[in-house]
């Protein structure tokens, strides 16, 4: 376990859907990261916050919008949802503002689009 | 970015050692490097990371090359719970945040 908590673990919608996926990061930790990883594309980063500040973003769309709040959970929104966007989306995340150091990794959420 | 090189593939008997190589030829002095793995149906998990000396953790230990244009992850005796992708990731230097995984290795342990 590595104290990073994702919800929803599985999630199917359809095109043209929005959905929210949420991430707890370990105790302590401020910076929380957001990775796509599809069969073809393998891990992707898209975009990390810390302490609620957005601090690099990656190869996210921008159907897709994220944030962190004060109580340091992150929210990553999806929208205007296509198939492609079937994925699994890991949140991770680490105690300083890079991951020169250990990232921790919650099991991810599965996102469906039918 | 500076980019890896790893084989697609590797198999290792259980209880043996694992030597997993890693190119990275065109590495900036102030990258690091790191390795993760990922075992089936969870997320990645943080193996090892260093700069230009060799490092040893409770999980593996990691050989750079002095010229640091390659590296080796080795897995002391491999089990089981070995089986996964490993991936080698170097971490642009200051000011860079994101770790780019490619494709890694896929390690297989043979009982």
């Known amino acids: 376990d590595s104290g990073v908590t994702q919800t929803p673990k599985h999630l199917i919608t359809a095109t043209g859907q929005r959905v929210t996926l949420r991430c707890s990061p370990r105790?302590?930790?401020?910076?929380v990261y957001w990775y796509q990883q599809s069969l073809d594309q393998g891990l992707q980063f898209l975009i990390q916050?810390?302490?609620?500040?957005?601090?690099a973003k990656g190869n996210i769309l921008e159907r897709f919008s994220a944030q962190q709040f004060p109580d340091l959970h992150s929210e990553l929104n999806l929208s205007s949802l296509e198939l492609g966007d079937s994925a699994l989306y890991f949140c991770?995340?680490?105690?300083?503002?890079?991951?020169?150091?250990?990232?921790?990794f919650g099991e991810g959420s599965r996102l469906t689009v039918l | 970015d500076a980019k890896t090189t790893q084989p697609n593939s590797m198999e290792s008997n259980e209880e043996e050692p694992v030597h997993l190589p890693c190119n990275h030829s065109?590495?900036?002095?102030?990258?690091?490097i790191h390795w993760y793995r990922q075992l089936p149906s969870q997320g990645p998990e943080y193996v090892i990371h260093?700069?230009?000396s060799n490092v040893n953790n409770r999980m593996a230990s990691l050989a750079i090359a002095e010229d640091r244009k390659s590296s080796t992850l080795i897995l002391h005796r491999a089990t089981l719970r070995d089986a996964a992708v490993y991936y080698c990731?170097?971490?642009?230097?200051?000011?860079?945040?994101?770790?780019?995984f490619g494709k890694g290795t896929k390690l297989s342990v043979i009982p």
């Open positions: 991770a995340s680490s105690e300083g503002g890079g991951p020169r150091g250990e990232l921790f």
């Open positions: 105790s302590g930790d401020l910076s």
């Open positions: 916050y810390y302490n609620g500040e957005e601090r």
């Open positions: 065109t590495i900036s002095g102030t990258d690091y």
């Open positions: 260093g700069l230009t």
């Open positions: 990731i170097l971490e642009a230097g200051a000011g860079s945040y994101q770790l780019t």
